[in-house]
């Protein structure tokens, strides 16, 4: 036991001062006083001396051991803890939300509700902790390094899903839980197959490979099935490329068809979802897939709950039926909730998208709470985000005089609509070939209808007739200046984002500021799970496997590695500046390259 020693070897070489000074020094230790009297009877002396002797034979003992519970609850908190009873563990991701996504949600809840300047959201009500987001390759990381960053408690490159800066798989705290006896859940609003949840149940070296990581994630790779549970959209990646309508594979194979082979149950509309009462109904394995691609922004979604699950609802869901599966287990479940497009509302930099979005995980977080509350297992809940998106601002300088002090949540109550949905209509609208003047009037409709906004301006109508390829950001950016909300980049941002959790206690080693491949740290510690058995099993297993690409060429089972020179490579960005500074318009013409 460290600590034990020293405190012995000082007691021995102190041995000339004499038993009543140690009793001194122990009273220092310990805050009891001495006393000093040395007149009295021998006897009193001699009786007086052995109990000082034994006072501080005690009082020794007692700071030794003091020292040794102190050790203890230190290594505690900086070491692995071996957890023995069951565990259930629920990490939450915020897909993009910064510390001024709070701000802005805060304070447009406010305005909703008529609320005081007091109230807070729930989560506000659980902060504990910051996280540096920074990857392998660059001060602003991707979802992608991110979401590695927690899965494999390592720093890669932008674009790596578990995979390290030398294209190694790392092994995923989701795949030692699976292999450690837990269940294993991911609930999304996004892709099911889109970075973040694709961290924790596969390996590829580009990000881009999302017909790979279908595969992968259904148990076609060198580890089988990991994950008990999935709940979210990204159909297309698993449905062959003769099913036109709704594929977007590059290839023929039906991963419905796979995941059905390997055990999945599937559902994949609303009805299906309802069937699962709850999670009471829920069989597991489970795959459910809700959306060809995402699932709508919560601010179109709650106008279509009949065909879209809410995420609040997928998570209640996902919680009941994990718990209930894991009833009789002595292992608990690890389960990954991700609110996903809080992200996607920055990269449209969409101010009334992103708060209705926020709110919607704020639900969730509170329905992980109460699911907390009410269940007995030990557990914890653990939240943050993988970066900030947008550079967002709660203010915004519209003119170049000096800037005014204000920024307004009413703009973003009067929206019903994502600037998304608005961008979407208007381009199949323009399918029918419509003259300009059609187009005006369908453009100055939808402005009304979708966004409560009466004071358009012709130039403003004008200039998404004539380019409607960059509508989706124009629309967008009325609602942000009517508000005054900036935003200075349509990508992330470096900037620290927030650690929350349902027990302070149980995540103390997240309290403060921490970077974040230590939240991955976090998650295997608390589960007491060996992932570097899982690497090793991969990097066994994964050996010279190969799989054949779109052409047919035979490729590491990771996919292709990335290009050098392409922007989601390995290089380091830190210190190289290029000389890029001047400004550039709209490169109008080209496909604005927005999501990721
Ligand atoms: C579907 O993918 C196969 C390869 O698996 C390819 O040969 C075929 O041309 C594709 N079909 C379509 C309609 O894209
Ligand atoms: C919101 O909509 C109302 C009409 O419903 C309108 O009077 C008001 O001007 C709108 N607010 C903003 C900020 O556009
Ligand atoms: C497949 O072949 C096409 C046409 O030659 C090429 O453009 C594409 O880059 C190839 N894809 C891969 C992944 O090699
Ligand atoms: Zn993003």
Redesign the pocket.
């Known amino acids: 036991m460290p600590g034990q020693r020293p405190l012995l070897l000082n007691r021995a070489s102190s041995d000339i001062s004499g038993d009543r000074d140690i009793a001194e020094e122990d009273a220092l230790l310990t805050g009891r006083p001495t006393q000093r009297t040395a007149s009295g009877p021998r006897s009193w002396k001699f009786w007086r001396e052995v109990g000082l002797f034994v006072w501080a034979v005690i009082a020794t003992t007692l700071v030794i051991f003091l020292a040794v519970l102190y050790q203890s609850s230190q290594d505690a908190k900086h070491h692995r803890p071996h957890p023995t009873g069951k565990r259930n563990l629920i990490f939450m991701v915020s897909d993009g939300m910064g510390p001024t996504s709070l701000s802005l949600t805060r304070s447009f809840m406010q305005f909703q509700n008529g609320a005081p300047f007091g109230e807070q959201l729930v989560i506000d009500q659980h902060l504990i902790g910051q996280s540096r987001t920074r990857s392998s390759s660059s001060l602003i990381t991707d979802s992608a390094a991110g979401a590695t960053a927690f899965s494999c408690a390592k720093k890669s490159y932008n674009g790596a899903i578990s995979v390290t800066p030398d294209h190694e798989p790392c092994g995923t705290v989701l795949e030692a839980a699976k292999k450690a006896g837990y269940l294993t859940g991911l609930v999304v609003t996004t892709r099911i197959t889109d970075a973040t949840p694709a961290c924790f149940a596969a390996h590829v070296n580009m990000r881009q490979e999302e017909d790979r990581i279908a595969e992968q994630m259904v148990g076609d790779f060198p580890l089988g099935r990991v994950v008990d549970l999935m709940l979210g959209g990204g159909r297309c990646h698993f449905l062959p490329n003769s099913t036109v309508e709704s594929s977007c594979r590059a290839d023929g194979r039906d991963i419905v068809e796979l995941a059905k082979k390997n055990g999945f149950n599937y559902i994949d509309d609303r009805a299906g979802f309802d069937k699962l009462k709850g999670g009471a109904g829920v069989e597991l394995p489970l795959l459910g897939l809700f959306a060809d691609t995402d699932i709508p922004y919560e601010i179109d979604r709650r106008n279509e709950n009949d065909v879209y699950p809410s995420l609040h609802e997928m998570a209640e869901t996902a919680m009941k039926a994990l718990s209930e599966a894991t009833r009789d287990s002595d292992k608990g479940f690890f389960l990954m909730i991700e609110g996903s497009r809080i992200d996607h509302a920055g990269h449209h930099n969409d101010p009334a998208a992103q708060v209705h979005e926020v709110l919607a995980y704020d639900k969730t977080f509170t329905s992980v709470l109460n699911f907390l509350k009410n269940d007995k297992t030990e557990a914890v809940m653990v939240s943050t985000s993988d970066h900030e998106t947008g550079g967002l601002a709660t203010a915004r300088q519209l003119h170049t005089t000096y800037p005014e002090y204000a920024w307004y949540p009413s703009p973003l109550a009067n929206a019903t609509h994502s600037a998304e949905h608005l961008a979407l209509q208007y381009a199949k609208y323009l399918i029918s070939s419509p003259s300009d003047e059609q187009k005006a009037n369908f453009i100055r409709d939808s402005i009304r209808d979708g966004f409560g906004i009466y004071d358009y301006t012709d130039a403003e109508v004008k200039n998404l007739v004539d380019e409607p390829l960059t509508a989706l950001y124009q629309y967008a950016d009325m609602i942000s200046r009517r508000s005054q909300t900036g935003w200075s980049t349509h990508g992330h941002s470096a900037a620290d984002v927030n650690i929350y959790s349902s027990d302070p206690k149980a995540a103390t080693a997240l309290v403060g500021n921490h970077e974040n491949t230590e939240v991955g740290d976090f998650l295997r510690e608390y589960l007491g799970v060996d992932v570097d058995a899982v690497t090793e099993e991969l990097r066994q297993k994964g050996a010279g496997l190969t799989v054949s690409?779109?052409?047919g060429?035979q490729v590491s089972w990771m996919g292709?590695i990335p290009v050098e020179g392409q922007r989601l490579d390995g290089q380091n960005h830190v210190a190289s500046y290029g000389g890029d500074f001047k400004k550039r318009h709209l490169q109008h013409g080209s496909a604005c390259d927005c999501g990721n």
Request: hydrophobic fraction near 20%.
């Open positions: 690409d779109v052409n060429t292709n």
